[in-house]
């Protein structure tokens, strides 16, 4: 069957280590628009980050983590988080150490904090950043809220945050990050509902990735395909392997896979 649609993780991923799109990738892109493939770029990332990256407003785009959806241009949706939970999670966020909050926005991204790393990485990830005194004031549609802990996420505020798994969805997302989004929301169930919209089933998707935050996304296509660099539980649930980020993985993978 025809491969009608290919949704890719960025971080880990697309990016190279040194955060560097392959220098094939244009080209391949050209290929899959002639063939009438879409390539659907699927991020923990901002939408405005990732559009800045790409650069053509006339693509699909799954952003933080499958939280926004834009299609050329337009949002199709944004599942917003009850402002009692967005509080409560700040509150819980200030009192860890080392541990910094960053509000994902329809508008822009939120911070209150100048600690130096973590903004570094805010701004890596955000082209729309705005620093507040109070977190707690803003006023625009939270989607996502993501927390930095500079190396030790999985061991320190991941495991801190699961007091709010009842009322939202907590995602180890990266070395340094984990996510707070409404429960269900995920790449795949982005993924669906556009697939969905567009008549695409399961069958003629392909998705790559290479962590946790990728594992529904992954499940949600027929050819899943794990980066050679991925997280073992993702490694463990894919149909095929593709070479690392570093070696060109998804690019090669497509080439060989849709015979372009």
């Known amino acids: 069957m025809k491969i009608k649609l290919i949704a890719a993780d960025l971080d880990g991923t697309l990016?190279?280590?040194?955060?560097?799109?392959s220098p094939n990738?244009?080209?391949?892109?050209?290929?899959?628009r002639a063939h009438g493939?879409?390539?659907?770029?699927?991020?923990?990332?901002?939408?405005?980050?990732v559009l800045g990256l790409f650069g053509d407003e006339n693509m699909t785009y799954i952003a933080e983590n499958g939280a926004m959806v834009f299609e050329n241009g337009r949002c199709l949706f944004v599942d917003e988080l009850p402002r009692a939970l967005v509080a409560e999670t700040v509150e819980r966020i200030r009192a860890l150490p080392h541990t910094f909050?960053?509000?994902?926005?329809?508008?822009?991204?939120?911070c209150e904090?100048?600690?130096p790393v973590f903004n570094q990485n805010a701004a890596m990830y955000c082209a729309r950043l705005t620093r507040v005194p109070d977190l707690l004031q803003v006023d625009d549609r939270i989607c996502k809220i993501a927390v930095f802990e500079k190396a030790n996420a999985e061991h320190g505020c991941y495991p801190a945050l699961q007091a709010?798994?009842?009322?939202?969805?907590?995602?180890?997302?990266?070395?340094?990050?984990?996510?707070?989004?409404?429960?269900?929301?995920?790449?795949?169930?982005?993924?669906?509902?556009?697939?969905?919209?567009?008549?695409?089933s399961p069958d003629e998707c392909m998705a790559f990735g290479d962590y946790l935050n990728d594992r529904e996304m992954l499940q949600s296509v027929t050819h899943s395909?794990?980066?050679?660099?991925?997280?073992?539980?993702?490694?463990?649930?894919?149909?095929?392997?593709?070479?690392?980020?570093?070696?060109?993985?998804?690019?090669?993978?497509?080439?060989?896979?849709?015979r372009l």
């Open 15 to 21: 990016l190279d280590s040194r955060k560097r799109f």
């Open 25 to 32: 990738l244009p080209a391949l892109l050209q290929s899959l």
């Open 164 to 200: 709010l798994s009842g009322q939202a969805q907590v995602v180890l997302s990266g070395e340094d990050w984990v996510d707070l989004m409404n429960p269900g929301v995920n790449k795949g169930g982005a993924l669906r509902k556009l697939c969905d919209s567009l008549g695409i």
């Open 113 to 115: 904090d100048d600690e």
């Open 101 to 110: 909050a960053l509000l994902s926005g329809e508008h822009s991204a939120w």
């Open 225 to 258: 395909f794990a980066m050679a660099n991925a997280h073992p539980d993702i490694l463990a649930i894919c149909r095929h392997r593709a070479p690392s980020n570093d070696e060109d993985g998804v690019v090669r993978s497509i080439r060989e896979f849709c």
């Open 37 to 49: 493939i879409r390539f659907a770029p699927a991020s923990g990332r901002q939408y405005y980050n």
